[in-house]
């Protein structure tokens, strides 16, 4: 009996328990708690995420933090249905930047004075060559030569070329990495140094290429303080240029745009009002050079205050802080402590700038996300979130310092309810890195076809949020069969529509919907569990499976359609299917549906094949019949282009069986032409009709799946092809050589220098030095006369019937 028709979509169904609420796991708390947004009515909630920082391009690294992140306010926005103003940043001043932009621009000016290598570009390049192995490679010698780099390097730095630590005892870390770096950067540069030819366009676009590494900090040190401190545009002109190109790659792997992007170069006046008020409440203090500090024993001594809540045990780690305060921070002796960090820097020669109480002067890393998160959320906010390695100190940092910053005024010292932070992206082991320079772009990951934006996604779904991802070779198999398992199943169900299960029984909806219902629980219950979407992906195919098991004449297509609709809703809520509405009642993924202009077309030469295939085989199709088929469908005359080559299909089939009609052809070359439309017409369309076994062919579109298949079956085919013409040449040569061999007479073959007297046949008798042939020997030799006769009176025979 079929299940009575729904009013409601399957997924709001009240469930048959409470359902849990949703927990969170929470870096503040280092624990799973509760969800309970600031907002009184419970609906709305305010999140402040860590953006990029805009001076070269994303990453995979980077696609990790905010896919993950995109993923999770998705679940938020449409699955558990709060209201969120979503705010993110573009770090657009910092050391990095002022770094990065500063040697572009005096590099850019460097080849515009020299248009060609010459001698004194050379000597520029060697003195910056010779300073970079001083600075990055210290086992080298200082006055090391270009030709000698590879030799010595591997005597010097052996241990770590050969995969282990510097100390050849611990585990290799980030230090190897940047050494293997630095190796590499030099190398390059030696190599350009040593180039026989550097007189064409193209080598010295090479030679610049390969020494700029070595030529940026040189030329930085060398010129860096002349470049106009109130010229923003050295430095607006590199972070414009990669915000444009990092929201186009976030768009390209479908991440939603920020509801609100703030700037640090548009909130100055707000950075030096919050610096202000820090200083006003006593966990401030400016230094003669006109820098400000945060004062970290201050903030302490007030009751309830903590500095380093979310990684206590990093506090004194000096190269974190260091790392945290920047390459270019003025090193002070007035700071009051060592772990006190920089709100406001004076800025020094060759710097932008901005004007403030304590002199002309730029904003610290950390102050800035804590002034334009307060600006836009205000003084409480539920979520906040970023990276793992944000951490300590900018994280820290930023919760100290805004929590003296409001103090005073919010009640109590919470700024952030919850701090979700994304684990780190390892390929082989290795953390992506721009400071390694070991990382893939996302542009060039996409433009090879190495990710999909939904592969991609895929993959950071099927691993916990907050904890490290490494790609390897199962974990993306895992990921291609998730997406062929869903695909498929949208296949089957999207078939329905046009192929509709008109004699099912219903016997097995019951089971089926119990089985729908356990998945709808156990997804609800993952994602409660502090977003679990591992855990969701299972019960998502769990019910594909059940679903592929169930006897499809006893299940009604109402329950398909459900289902489907089910799963749809929750793939499109995890990013899967580009802007797709979750809600919008339809079925299925971008890439399972064939051209609009080719349906009508494509669907009804499926049917005539289908027709025409099993006449057939059942050997009853006579030409009245085949009329009858065929007169069903007529192409239109007017056409649009994009319909066209579908039409010609449909038309060249219909005459093609015509032609076999009049020819009285037999039943075989009608199943041939069947397979010839369905393998070579619509293939090359992109269209591919799969047989199925008492039911019509369905119609899908040619996917790298697909592809794949044949690819290896072509390959079957050719290793099977090869392997058979090396047999038949293979034959053709022993035939050939058999041919030749019994042109020969048995009565002359023994007749070699070998021996020294035959008899009348011609067998051996006496060899070379006159002695008596064995008659061990003779008796082998007369096996293979009689053979060889054998041989050569057939070839006489031929020779004679020829």
């Known amino acids: 009996m079929a299940a009575p028709a729904r009013t409601q979509p399957p997924w709001k169904e009240p469930r048959s328990s409470v359902p849990p609420k949703l927990k969170i796991w929470n870096s503040l708390t280092r624990s799973k708690n509760e969800f309970v947004p600031i907002d009184p009515e419970g609906k709305e909630v305010k999140w402040y995420s860590c953006g990029p920082t805009v001076y070269d391009d994303a990453h995979l690294g980077h696609a990790r933090n905010y896919v993950t992140n995109d993923i999770l306010r998705r679940v938020l926005r449409d699955y558990f249905d ?25 590099f850019a000016q460097f080849k515009e004075r020299n248009p060609k290598v010459t001698k004194d570009v050379i000597e520029t390049t060697t003195k910056a060559f ?27 730095y052996a241990a770590v070329i050969g995969g282990k630590s510097l100390d050849g005892t611990s585990p290799p870390g980030d230090k190897e990495a940047k050494v293997k770096m630095h190796l590499k950067t030099a190398g390059s540069a030696a190599t350009a140094l040593l180039a026989p030819s550097q007189s064409t366009e193209a080598d010295v676009a090479e030679f610049y290429a390969s020494a700029e590494d070595v030529l940026l900090p040189y030329l930085d040190s060398l010129y860096g303080s002349s470049i106009n401190a109130n010229d923003h545009s050295v430095f607006t002109k590199l972070t414009q240029k990669y915000e444009a190109r990092f929201m186009e790659d976030m768009r390209n792997l479908n991440v939603l745009d920020p509801d609100v992007v703030t700037r640090v170069t548009e909130y100055g006046d707000q950075i030096v009002d919050f610096v202000d008020k820090i200083i006003a409440n006593k966990y401030g203090y400016a230094t003669s050079d006109g820098s400000v500090y945060f004062d970290i024993e201050n903030f302490e001594k007030t009751e309830g205050n903590h500095y380093a809540r979310l990684e206590p045990w990093n506090r004194n780690d000096k190269d974190l802080q260091a790392d945290g305060e920047g390459a270019l921070t003025k090193k002070t002796t007035e700071k009051r402590s060592d772990a006190d960090f920089a709100l406001w820097k004076s800025s020094k020669p060759g710097e932008p700038s901005w004007k403030s109480p304590w002199g002309q002067g730029r904003p610290g890393w950390h102050i800035e996300c804590s002034a334009m998160a307060s600006a836009v959320l205000g003084s409480r906010i539920d979520i906040h979130s970023g990276g793992i390695d944000l951490c300590f100190p900018h994280h820290d940092n930023e919760l100290a310092q805004s929590e003296g910053y409001w103090s005073h005024q919010s009640g109590g010292h919470q700024w952030i309810n919850y701090f979700l932070h994304m684990g780190h992206l390892s390929i082989s082991g290795s953390k992506m890195s721009k400071s390694l320079k070991n990382f893939t772009t996302i542009r060039e990951a996409l433009e090879r076809g190495d990710w999909t934006a939904r592969s991609l996604r895929i993959i950071f779904l099927l691993g916990g949020w907050h904890d490290g991802v490494e790609i390897t070779d199962g974990l993306r198999q895992a990921g291609t069969s998730f997406e062929s398992y869903v695909t498929n199943f949208f296949y089957k169900v999207r078939d329905l529509e046009i192929h509709p299960n008109t004699t099912s029984s219903g016997a097995d909806d019951e089971k089926i919907r119990k089985a729908f219902e356990a998945a709808k629980e156990k997804l609800h219950n993952a994602l409660a569990d502090s977003f679990d979407t591992p855990a969701a992906m299972r019960a998502i195919s769990g019910l594909i499976t059940d679903y592929n098991s169930a006897d499809k004449t006893a299940l009604s297509d109402s329950v398909s359609f459900d289902i489907a609709r089910w799963i749809t809703r929750m793939v499109r809520i995890f990013g899967l299917d580009g802007s797709s509405a979750p809600n919008d009642n339809s079925i299925g993924w971008s890439g399972i549906d064939i051209p609009s202009a080719a349906k009508e077309l494509v669907y009804a030469v499926s049917r005539e094949r289908d027709e025409v295939r099993q006449h057939a085989i059942a050997g009853d199709l006579s030409s009245s019949l085949l009329t009858s088929i065929l007169s069903k469908d007529k192409p239109e005359t007017q056409l649009n282009a994009a319909a066209v080559p579908y039409a010609e299909v449909l038309s060249t ?8 009609a009049e020819n009285k052809a037999p039943a075989k ?15 090359d369309l992109g269209i591919y009709l799969e047989d199925r076994e008492n039911a019509p062919a369905m119609v899908r579109p040619v996917d790298a799946e697909l592809r794949a298949a044949r690819d290896q079956k072509d390959a079957i085919a050719r290793v099977k092809r090869e392997a058979k013409e090396k047999r038949e040449r293979d034959g053709a040569e022993k035939k050939a050589k058999l041919a030749e061999l019994a042109k020969v007479s048995h009565k002359e073959m023994f007749r070699t220098e070998e021996y020294s007297a035959w008899d009348e046949d011609g067998m051996p008798t006496k060899d ?13 030799l007369r096996k293979e006369w009689e053979k060889q006769k054998k041989l050569h009176e057939e070839y006489l025979k031929g020779v004679g019937s020829a």
């Open 669 to 683: 070359d009608y199943l041939a032409l069947c397979d010839r439309l369905r393998d070579l017409d619509l293939w």
């Open 130 to 156: 010779d300073a970079y192995i001083q600075k990055n490679l210290p086992l080298l010698s200082s006055d090391i030569l270009p030709e000698n780099l590879n030799k010595e390097s591997t005597e010097k």
């Open 653 to 660: 089939f219909q005459e093609n069986l015509k032609g076999l």
């Open 82 to 106: 709060y209201r969120l103003v979503f705010v993110q940043n573009v770090t657009d001043v910092d050391d990095k930047i002022i770094l990065r932009g500063r040697q572009q621009h005096l």
């Open 768 to 780: 070379r030095e006159g002695a008596d042939v064995s008659k061990g020997k003779v008796k082998k």
